[in-house]
């Protein structure tokens, strides 16, 4: 069927591109070389991505209801983005890595969240739901290239060295009890092990995508992580402090950062972007914390997250107010002085019954990241990202790797081959859906969820799952860019997992805690309850003549090259118990609501 399933993506001219077969699973060794680029010169090496929605057959399944269909759907109306909350952070398949995604994302709903914003923080945040609705929803940007891009040289991916990146354990635990010091610290140093002992066995595959490789690689490395992170929960715990949400720290991924192209030199369009706020880290550079004083320096640590989270909403908030140093005078520096006196409420509580610790006043000021126009990315050598580190610290953990990924650049906050202007959606329609043969659940309070897959060249696509489509054409999905009749609008339409295990938040891998129901009796696997399935649908306003050129591409890694097929949504529930049962109430019962 034309623009659906599991595909190879042909790139003509402009991609080298070898696979292999390897075992009998089908495994992939890819070697990939692409140039990108969607300018009229090059237009035709990538057509193969597009396609004419009529080309494509009815492929979207719609279940009979049963006697116990959930029938009832409730809409949430979050906006499109209008206050430029864009990052290139993933909180939910990256938690803790700054600029993890290594392209861009659309924001709406709560408007504290990055990668490192702790639940509580998301609970008090503010909204762009018309609802009160503080739950986070958000996906990759899509642009408009006209410009054309420099071929990469053929042998670029032969110099690539893929690296694994973990998300900073260290970054996210609460106060360390003095009594636990030594044996978190043995156990932050075992991490920095693990991570350095894959990424000796990634050198293998040097120059290549090597699927088998990758997963065999992270999928030990997800092992060890998970029990020395156990290990560390446990430990704290005993010792009176116990940390919440390690789960979300377990698993790492695989970049190719060195495959990324150089900026286009396509005129720049303001985006309309906020800027953010970047502090130093405080947990990873405490001493051991007196048992007296444990829960007055924790919150005093939940305190400075919620200071720069509140920083970064009123920059979205506040966007375009007074002068060119509003936000310096107006938010960084009131933030500074409040930090200031927070670090010093730590020490003296500290101080008290242990040696008062020095120098915490230094971690004090904060910077404005203003993504400056032009320059080639840099990275945050500085080591300073809204409460993350990503050099050494104190705890003797360094479990993110040393090297910084790339910060967007300019007025349309370009990363490394992710350019042209932003396209907002022209609408996001957001909706909770019942179930076809049973009643739902109500989701738990920060459930996190992913659909689709971000790196189906490098993971394998049995994860990845075809969005696209026009508008007037609900019958049918693509893993290709449609072209849309006239009239009609380019869309994308992402269903997330219906079936909750009924015991967790997140998982080891972001995945195992949800499961998709059975698409032809929405039936879910056993050990599995039905609980709202949210859609998003997101529809643009693209030329067709955009459309027919091969002009317009989603953001992605640069291993995916703008692949179709690496399409995918993330999700936050912050909506309150109260909220939810209403919102299963609505699905139950058949009715729809808003």
Not at 23 to 48: C, D
Not at 112 to 119: L, V
Not at 232 to 251: C, E, F, H, K, W
Not at 320 to 332: C, R, T
Request: proline letters at 8%; glycine letters at 10%.
């Amino acid at each position: 069927m034309a623009g659906s399933g599991k595909r190879r993506r042909v790139r003509g001219s402009r991609v080298v591109a070898v696979v292999a077969a390897v075992g009998a699973v089908g495994a992939l060794t890819v070697t990939f070389v692409s140039g990108g680029g969607r300018g009229s010169a090059s237009a035709e090496a990538n057509l193969n991505d597009f396609v004419p929605i009529e080309r494509v057959a009815a492929n979207v399944p719609t279940p009979r209801p049963g006697p116990d269909a959930s029938r009832g759907v409730f809409t949430v109306d979050c906006g499109t983005n209008r206050n430029g909350k864009f990052s290139p952070d993933n909180p939910v398949a990256q938690p803790g890595i700054r600029n993890g995604a290594e392209h861009l994302h659309d924001f709406v709903g709560n408007l504290a969240i990055d990668a490192n914003t702790p639940d509580a923080v998301l609970a008090a945040s503010g909204t762009t739901c018309r609802n009160g609705d503080r739950s986070s929803y958000f996906w990759p940007v899509v642009r408009i290239d006209k410009s054309v891009r420099t071929d990469l040289d053929p042998q670029a991916l032969g110099a690539v060295q893929p690296t694994v990146s973990c998300p900073r354990v260290a970054d996210r635990l609460p106060a360390v009890p003095a009594s636990a010091r030594d044996s978190v610290r043995r156990d932050l140093a075992a991490l920095d092990r693990q991570l350095a002992s894959a990424n000796g066995r990634m050198a293998a595959s040097r120059g290549r995508i090597d699927q088998r490789l990758n997963q065999s690689v992270l999928g030990a490395l997800r092992a060890e992580r998970a029990e020395t992170i156990k290990r560390i929960s446990r430990t704290m715990s005993g010792a009176g402090s116990r940390p919440r949400g390690l789960v979300s720290l377990v698993d790492c991924e695989v970049s190719y950062d060195g495959l990324h192209a150089t900026h286009s030199a396509a005129p720049a369009t303001a985006s309309g972007a906020s800027p953010g706020v970047r502090c130093p880290s405080v947990r990873d550079k405490l001493p051991g914390v007196p048992a007296s004083a444990l829960d007055e320096v924790n919150r005093n640590l939940d305190l400075l997250d919620q200071q720069v989270a509140e920083a970064n909403e009123r920059l979205v908030t506040t966007k375009g107010q007074g002068g060119p140093n509003f936000a310096l005078n107006a938010i960084v520096g009131p933030l500074q002085s409040k930090r200031v006196a927070t670090l010093d409420r730590i020490a003296i509580a500290i101080g008290r019954t242990a040696p008062r610790p020095q120098g915490l006043e230094a971690l004090a000021a904060c910077t404005l990241d203003e993504r400056p126009v032009g320059g080639q990315p840099g990275g945050n050598g500085d080591g300073n990202g809204n409460g993350n580190n990503d050099g050494n610290n104190g705890n003797g953990n360094n479990d993110g790797g040393d090297k910084p990924l790339p910060e967007p650049q300019g007025p349309n906050l370009e990363l490394p081959n992710n350019t042209g202007r932003i396209v907002q959606p022209s609408k996001v329609l957001i909706e909770y859906r019942g179930n076809p043969g049973a009643k739902v659940t109500p989701m738990p309070r920060f459930l996190r969820a992913l659909t689709g897959d971000a790196k189906p060249t490098s993971r394998g696509p049995a994860n990845a799952r075809a969005t696209w489509t026009c508008s007037g054409f609900a019958d049918r999905l693509s893993d290709r860019y449609p072209i849309c009749p006239d009239g009609s609008q380019v869309m994308r339409v992402q269903d997330f997992p219906g079936c909750w295990d009924g015991r967790n938040t997140d998982s080891e891998n972001h995945r195992a805690h949800l499961a998709f129901a059975d698409p032809a009796t929405g039936a879910c696997p056993q050990g599995f309850v039905a609980i709202p399935q949210l859609r998003i649908s997101i529809a643009y306003d693209i030329p067709r003549a955009v459309q027919l050129r091969g002009q317009y591409a989603l953001d992605s890694f640069p291993e995916e090259n703008h692949n179709p097929f690496s399409d995918h949504n993330d999700f936050v529930n912050v909506n309150s118990d109260k909220q939810m049962r209403r919102i299963a109430a609505c699905l139950n019962e058949g009715r729809r609501c808003s």
